[in-house]
Every structure is written in structure tokens, then in C-alpha cells.
């Protein structure tokens, strides 16, 4: 495991369905985050977990969107009913809780274009 | 609330020319402050970062920074780009609590030949 894989690297989709992102984290690390970026401007922060315990949300993360990690390894991020402004680059990145160790590592993203 | 601030949003220069790229930070608790840089088609890299100690801190590819605490700075500096440079870089503060990082929008940096 050499880093953080997202899954798919690219997805059009039309206005109003619903898509699906996986991410799978470094193995131990315990912390994921969600990140959504826009052209010119830096990531946003979406949501994160530690182990399967969703911590925190932001403000920018709709009802139609849910994020999951079920088993505290893999996790999903669901947009319902997709909009044109969701069309993002929405990134994944894992830390662990160890101090000795920062390991903040970031996916390559997953690029959504809704048309 | 957390902030970055990157006041440079697009800087062009010629190779061997001295880059600085100016961060300044809003935030209370403890820093953690990164640049991180962006290559054309890539994902996000970890080019350095600050915990705490000695203020100049230097990374990777010849990049350090300076971490003044009564500017709230954090300035990318590097003494001779090269082509290979041309990149988006974003400066981040990590809040404590969460490891969540506030990043600021970028700055583009194109480097001519």
C-alpha cells in the first residue's frame, strides 16, 4: 500500500443523477478526509472520519451529499441529484493519529463534470 | 475562524530568477503550517512543513520556509526556480484538533525557460 487510490479518476454524469466516489486510505492510517477543489481555488475542506465515526461536517457538505466508511477502511462519498455547481475535483487524503508520525497523504482525486 | 491567505495568485519567472511566495494565517490554537505543491496533472504533494522548533524550515526539492509568529507568516522561498518548478502551490494550516487543513487558494507559478 504506497498510498491514498481513488476511484474513478473521472466521471461525467448528467444534471439530477446520483454518483458514488471511493476512497481507500493508506491501511494505517485511522483518519480520512473528503476535500472538494475548484478551479483557482484550494481544497475545501468536506468531512472527515476517525475509524468508522464520522467527527465532522462542513457547512459546504449538503444534505445530498452523505460520506460513509463503514468498516473504518474504505470510504464512499455519495452526491444525490447532482447539480452543475457540484462539478469539482473532490480529493481524498488520510492521516494517522500518531504523533511521530504526520503521514497527511493525498489522493489523486476524483474529477466530476455534471452536464 | 481558521484562515490562509496566498496574496499572489499568479507569478511568472524566468529560470534561475529567486522565488517568494507570500502565506499569512489566521488562527489562534497552536500552528502547523505546509506548503504543498500541485504539478500539472498530479495530485497534491507535501513540499514542507512547520511543528514547531527552529522557524526556517526546508523541504524538498531546495524549497524552505520562514515561519514568523508576529507577521503570521509563512513564506515560500526558493533561491533559483527552474522550469520544473512551474506548479500550483498552496499554503495550509492544520487545525489541532481535527488534522484538518485550511488551505489557502494557490499560487500559480509558471517558470520560462
Known amino acids: 500500500d504506497t498510498g491514498v487510490s481513488q476511484d474513478p479518476r473521472h466521471k461525467i454524469t448528467k444534471r439530477g443523477q446520483n454518483v458514488t466516489f471511493r476512497c481507500d486510505p493508506i491501511s494505517e492510517h485511522n483518519r480520512l478526509y473528503w476535500y472538494r477543489q475548484t478551479l483557482g481555488q484550494g481544497p475545501e475542506f468536506l468531512t472527515y472520519?476517525?475509524?468508522?465515526?464520522?467527527?465532522?461536517k462542513s457547512r459546504l457538505l449538503s444534505d445530498r451529499f452523505s460520506a460513509e466508511r463503514p468498516k473504518g477502511s474504505f470510504s464512499t462519498l455519495e452526491i444525490q441529484r447532482t447539480e452543475q455547481g457540484d462539478s469539482a475535483m473532490y480529493l481524498c487524503?488520510?492521516?494517522?493519529?500518531?504523533?511521530?508520525?504526520?503521514?497527511?497523504?493525498f489522493g489523486s482525486g476524483t474529477r466530476l463534470t455534471v452536464v | 475562524a481558521q484562515s490562509v491567505s496566498q496574496h499572489n495568485h499568479h507569478v511568472i519567472l524566468s529560470e534561475a530568477a529567486s522565488l517568494e511566495l507570500g502565506c499569512n494565517y489566521s488562527?489562534?490554537?497552536?500552528?502547523?503550517l505546509f506548503w504543498y505543491v500541485q504539478y500539472p496533472g498530479q495530485h497534491l504533494q507535501l513540499l514542507l512543513k512547520?511543528?514547531?522548533?527552529?522557524?526556517l524550515v526546508k523541504g524538498i526539492k531546495g524549497f524552505e520556509a520562514e515561519f514568523i509568529k508576529s507577521k503570521f507568516s509563512f513564506n515560500l522561498r526558493k533561491p533559483s526556480v527552474q522550469w520544473s518548478d512551474t506548479a500550483e502551490y498552496f499554503c495550509?494550516?492544520?487545525?489541532?484538533?481535527?488534522?484538518?487543513?485550511?488551505f489557502g487558494t494557490g499560487t500559480l507559478l509558471a517558470v520560462q525557460p
Open positions: 472520519f476517525q475509524n468508522e465515526a464520522q467527527l465532522e
Open positions: 512547520y511543528f514547531s522548533g527552529d522557524p
Open positions: 488562527y489562534g490554537g497552536t500552528v502547523n
Open positions: 487524503a488520510s492521516s494517522s493519529t500518531s504523533a511521530q508520525n504526520y503521514g497527511y497523504t
Open positions: 495550509a494550516v492544520k487545525d489541532g484538533a481535527t488534522n484538518k487543513l485550511i
